[in-house]
T-cell receptor, first 111, second 110 residues
Framework: KNEVEQSPQNLTAQEGEFITINCSYS?????LHWLQQHPGGGIVSLFM???GKKKHGRLIATINIQEKHSSLHITASHPRDSAVYIC?????????????FGTGTRLQVFP | DTAVSQTPKYLVTQMGNDKSIKCEQN?????MYWYKQDSKKFLKIMFS???????INETVPNRFSPKSPDKAHLNLHINSLELGDSAVYFC?????????FGPGTRLTVL
């Protein structure tokens, strides 16, 4: 079993819908990362969080350390949000330790 | 100005050959990484360097040898390429927090 599990694996939505992607992990962590990989292949870091909640535009990430769970929410989804969203955890506060990745959630938003 | 750059973007080669992928970051970060993304899009760390010193070496075959001539560069040399080495290789750098990824190098071994 992977140390970082994501659900769902695939997600389709209509433009405008509210989207939630979940991530659960089984190891002690110092931080959790949400990454976005576009169809072209490039990977962008969306959030790094170790507690609470962060918001960038229409994206919101939350983490519950006790439950070892994080969620990524997209409000008012748009076709340009179509991408693979990857959850990863790091185990060293100085970020020189490795990231352990989830298997990703493929999101397709249709107009 | 690209933060993390990799060359080449595509690499097609025959089994048994030796090839290198170069990575450079202009962010002034101390830590650099190599990741491998397999055909199922699963990412896995291969190596991590901090200030030119090897920090992490996951169970990667010793045909893979990273080299960091300075803290802005982390190159990956692969000897005796095998079919299973076909993947996308990502370089990344970080300093304390988020990781910045290069555009990836798609390696195809025929």
């Amino acid at each position: 079993k992977n140390e970082v599990e994501q659900s769902p694996q695939n997600l389709t939505a209509q433009e405008g819908e509210f989207i939630t992607i979940n991530c659960s992990y089984s190891v002690g962590i110092s931080a959790l990362h949400w990454l976005q990989q576009h169809p072209g292949g490039g990977i962008v870091s969306l959030f790094m969080l170790s507690s609470g909640k962060k918001k960038h535009g229409r994206l919101i990430a939350t983490i519950n350390i006790q439950e070892k769970h994080s969620s990524l929410h997209i409000t008012a989804s748009h076709p340009r949000d179509s991408a693979v969203y990857i959850c990863a955890v790091s185990r060293n506060p100085y970020n020189t330790d490795k990231l352990i990745f989830g298997t990703g959630t493929r999101l397709q938003v249709f107009p | 100005d690209t933060a993390v750059s990799q060359t080449p973007k595509y690499l097609v080669t025959q089994m048994g050959n030796d090839k290198s992928i170069k990575c450079e970051q202009n962010l002034g970060h101390d830590t650099m990484y190599w990741y491998k993304q397999d055909s199922k899009k699963f990412l896995k760390i291969m190596f991590s360097y901090n200030n030119k010193e090897l920090i992490i070496n996951e169970t990667v075959p010793n045909r893979f040898s990273p080299k960091s001539p300075d803290k802005a560069h982390l190159n990956l040399h692969i000897n005796s390429l095998e079919l299973g080495d076909s993947a996308v290789y990502f370089c990344a750098s970080s300093q304390w927090d988020e990781q910045f990824f290069g555009p990836g190098t798609r390696l195809t071994v025929l």
